[in-house]
C-alpha cells in the first residue's frame, strides 16, 4: 500500500498492490505503475491526474477533481481492464475522463467529455455530457445518463450491441473527425425515459442489427441524418411526436420500419 498527501506531487513510479493520493495544492500529477492496482481515494485540489498501470485498475475509493476546470482532467490507461464499485470518477461537470483498456470497462462518471477506447464490455453509468467511445474487439456498449448525453461517436467494426438510456435529452451530433455518430455491427437501442427528445444530426449504421428508438416525448430527425441497417427499424414518440426533416433517410434493407408516435 502507498499512501502520501502533500501540496505537490507531479510524478510517481510505483509497484504497489493499493495506492491512496491527496494533492493539496495546484498541479497535476501523473503515476505509472507496474503492475495492476487498486485506487483507493485519488484528490487532486486543482490539477489533472494521470494513472497508467501495467494491468488492471479498480477503483475502490474514488478519483476525484475537486476544482470544476476543463484543464482539470482525469485520464486512466490500464493493461487490462478499468473497473469501480459504488466509487466515481468526478471530473465535475467542465473536466473531462480519457479511458483507455485492453479488456472492458465498468465505471461511475460525472464528467464533461468522456472517451473510450478499448475492448470488451463498456458499462457506463453517470452524469456525462458528452461521450465518444472506439472498439477495439468484440464487446457490448451500455451507457446511463441520469441527465442530457450527446454521442459525438460509437464506432465499432467488432461484434457488440449498443444500450443508451438517458433520463433527459439524447443527441447523436458528430463533433470530433469524420463517419457517422453511430458505426456497429450489432443492434442499437436508444431511450430516452424522460420527456426530452431524442434527436439524430449524424447518422446511424448498423451492420444487420435491429434499431430502436424511443422517448417518452418526441424522436427527430434532421435533415443530415439517416438510420440504415437490414434489420428491423423501430421508432417509439410520445406526446412531442416524430419529427422528420427533408432528406432524412430510413432503410431497413430487407427488414421492417415501425413508427408510432402520440
Do not use: H, K, P
Not at 9 to 33: C, K, M, Y
Amino acid at each position: 500500500t502507498f499512501t502520501a498527501s502533500a501540496a505537490s506531487i507531479s510524478d510517481l513510479n510505483t509497484d504497489v498492490d493499493f495506492l491512496n493520493l491527496v494533492l493539496t495544492g495546484a498541479g497535476d500529477l501523473a503515476v505509472t505503475e507496474a503492475d495492476g492496482v487498486s485506487v483507493g481515494t485519488v484528490t487532486i485540489a486543482n490539477g489533472s491526474f494521470n494513472l497508467t498501470a501495467g494491468g488492471d485498475i479498480d477503483v475502490t475509493g474514488g478519483i476525484t477533481s475537486q476544482t470544476d476546470s476543463d484543464s482539470n482532467d482525469i485520464t486512466l490507461d490500464a493493461t487490462g481492464s478499468i473497473t469501480t464499485m459504488s466509487a466515481t470518477l468526478d471530473a465535475g461537470q467542465l473536466g473531462d475522463v480519457d479511458l483507455t483498456a485492453t479488456t472492458g470497462l465498468n465505471l461511475v462518471i460525472t464528467a464533461d467529455v468522456v472517451t473510450v477506447g478499448t475492448s470488451g464490455d463498456v458499462v457506463l453509468d453517470g452524469e456525462i455530457n458528452t461521450v465518444a467511445v472506439t472498439m477495439a474487439g468484440d464487446g457490448d456498449i451500455t451507457l446511463t445518463d441520469s441527465d442530457d448525453l450527446t454521442l459525438d461517436y460509437i464506432v465499432s467494426a467488432y461484434v457488440g450491441d449498443l444500450s443508451v438510456e438517458t433520463v433527459g435529452a439524447l443527441t447523436l451530433d458528430r463533433t470530433t473527425g469524420s463517419g457517422n455518430a453511430v458505426e456497429l455491427q450489432g443492434t442499437v437501442d436508444l431511450t430516452v425515459s424522460g420527456v426530452a427528445d431524442l434527436t439524430l444530426n449524424d447518422s446511424l449504421t448498423s451492420v444487420g442489427g435491429t434499431v430502436t428508438l424511443a422517448s417518452a416525448g418526441g424522436v427527430v430527425l434532421n435533415g443530415s441524418s439517416a438510420i440504415t441497417t437490414d434489420n428491423t427499424v423501430e421508432i417509439t414518440a410520445g406526446a412531442d411526436g416524430i419529427t422528420m426533416a427533408d432528406g432524412t433517410l430510413i432503410d431497413a434493407g430487407s427488414g421492417t420500419i415501425t413508427m408510432t408516435a402520440g
